[in-house]
């Protein structure tokens, strides 16, 4: 049998492709980074030619440097950025516009009405989402309404819309014999605002409310499914496209979270927590978003996620910004060096805070500064932001948690992304938690998740429990921080986040930890 799977991994700043074996071992790896696009402030767009040559090109490039023949590959999984938003005409394949990325925020008063007349309770209730510019649906709208003879095309049935996914499928499957592919699957569409999550259906009602036809949408299936074959002429044979999952979803199933309460964290440009809640969603009282984790068998596994807009991208901001250091690892001496007196806190709302706070208009703030503060104290509350920003996460995920599930103990976050090699954030996220924080040996877990998903259909790779059974520790890295100095430093943490929010929210407490540090102490409910 074949024994090699190709996982494409299209991001927001690179496209990737990873080949993998039959034991699951990363066999070869190319990568290829691509222009940003910046037409207006808060506005972020990529070339959809971009995302597909790099694409295109990193796969040709990781199947030479494996010396595989076409022959032996089994199986493409795609795992992708996830919102970012593609509308294209069906006849030519062209896309009518850039991209629209998952971080812009050009449709934030769109967003603002949709709250003002009323609506956000009915989107939530069947997306599990918010009304928010992050989700590709007013994307969508926006690209209708501004680009000239696109709604006109798009009510004759002549545009197609699709996340990343869906565009590189009908990328991959356009002039195969079985015809170009318009599909995507349940996570991915379950990030768009117009996908009802509890009856796993595109939403009418939903459509009309954004004003998106509904002729434009793909065919939603599971994450392990069959999504047509890439054509020869691309990778030499023709190859099933048989898995695909949202890069946060790929993840989730990478680090092996199949079970209720089990939690992963994705530390990239920003920072993605999810938490497993089984087969029936959870709502959340606390502005987490419920979402689908992954669908198999026609069966949706739910999760709560918690999105945090600025993680990684804090270090770059340090780097390419203040220009204090050259490289993202001198981050770690330099916190060892600050100064301990000195309580800096960083707010890195560059682009507003998600959740649990969902302020679109907020932007970032330092606090606490004095004559000798420096490039290492600066370092220090960066890197301590990530952890302050995940506790905010946890703690609203175990809010909501504790309250659906009577009896849910500690959770064990296992984590991965670029900044899980930073030793010292991690010690520090642990410490601030209160909890344990398990780092993987595999550490490509959003491109492991998407091969085992079309391993797995193949026949290749194991299921569910087996696939489990291989996940393995790198380290473990256990709370050593004293309780008083935790929650006297996020405390910090919640005052400097209460002066920079322009909004005062007041998400419901469960009722199992009323007490909890968290919102309730920051706005003195």
């Excluded at 394949?93 to 309770?121: H, M």
């Excluded at 991915?188 to 009418?204: G, H, Q, V």
């Excluded at 989730?252 to 920003?270: L, R």
């Excluded at 500690?410 to 992304?417: A, K, N, P, Q, S």
């Amino acid at each position: 049998m074949s024994g090699y799977v190709l996982s494409i991994d299209q991001g927001t700043t690179s496209s990737r492709a990873i080949l993998f074996d039959a034991a699951l071992k990363v066999v070869s790896v190319a990568q290829q980074e691509f222009p940003q696009h910046f037409p207006d402030s808060g506005w972020v767009e990529h070339d959809p030619e971009d995302l597909w040559s790099s694409t295109a090109a990193t796969c040709r490039a990781a199947i030479e440097k494996a010396r595989a023949e076409p022959s032996q590959i089994a199986a493409i999984g795609v795992t992708n950025q996830r919102e970012t938003t593609v509308v294209w005409d069906r006849h030519t394949g062209r896309a009518v516009y850039n991209a629209i990325v998952w971080q812009d925020r050009r449709t934030a008063s769109f967003c603002a009405k949709l709250r003002n007349d009323g609506a956000e309770p009915m989107i939530t209730e069947r997306t599990g989402l918010l009304a928010d510019p992050y989700f590709s649906g007013t994307k969508v709208a926006w690209i209708l309404d501004n680009v000239e003879g696109a709604r006109e095309k798009a009510e004759n049935g002549d545009l197609l819309f699709g996340t990343v996914d869906s565009y590189l499928i009908w990328r991959m499957t356009s002039g195969a014999p079985g015809g170009a592919v318009h599909a995507t699957d349940a996570t991915n569409a379950s990030r768009t605002m117009l996908y009802n999550i509890r009856e796993n259906r595109w939403d009418p009602e939903l459509c009309q409310l954004l004003n998106v036809p509904m002729s434009m949408l793909p065919e939603v299936r599971d994450s392990a499914a069959s999504y047509g074959e890439a054509r020869a002429d691309l990778f030499g044979r023709p190859i099933p496209i048989l898995g695909v999952a949202g890069d946060q979803q790929a993840a989730t199933v990478g680090q092996a979270c199949f079970k209720p309460g089990m939690m992963k964290s994705t530390y990239g440009t920003g920072c993605f927590a999810l938490l497993n809640t089984g087969d029936q969603p959870v709502a959340s009282q606390n502005r987490l978003l419920t979402t689908i984790a992954y669908q198999l068998d026609g069966k949706p596994t739910y999760a709560l996620e918690g999105s945090i807009f600025v993680a990684g991208a804090v270090v770059q901001w340090l780097r390419d910004g203040l220009k204090i250091i050259r490289d993202a690892s001198e981050t770690q001496g330099l916190a060892d060096q600050a100064d301990a007196a000195q309580s800096v806190y960083l707010v890195p709302a560059f682009t507003g805070l998600g959740a649990p706070y969902w302020d679109a208009e907020c932007r970032g703030a330092i606090y606490g500064l004095t004559r000798a503060t420096g490039p290492a104290e600066l370092s220090k509350a960066a890197l301590q932001s990530v952890g302050f920003q995940t506790r905010d996460l946890y703690e609203a995920m175990r809010r909501d948690w504790g309250g659906a599930q009577e009896g849910a103990g500690e959770t064990v976050l296992r984590v991965d992304g670029g900044m899980t090699a930073s030793d010292w954030t991690m010690q520090f996220i642990a410490d601030i938690l209160g909890a344990p924080v398990d780092r993987p040996v595999v550490a490509e877990t959003t491109a492991l998740g998407a091969a085992w998903l079309a391993g797995m259909k193949a026949g290749v790779y194991p299921g569910v429990d087996g696939f489990a059974e291989t996940w393995a520790l790198d380290k473990r890295f256990e709370p050593a921080m004293p309780h008083a100095d935790r929650e006297g430093l996020y405390q910090g943490w919640l005052d400097a986040v209460s002066r920079t929010l322009t909004k005062r929210p007041e998400p419901e407490p469960s009722a199992s930890e009323p007490k909890r540090s968290g919102w309730r102490t920051l706005f003195g409910a």
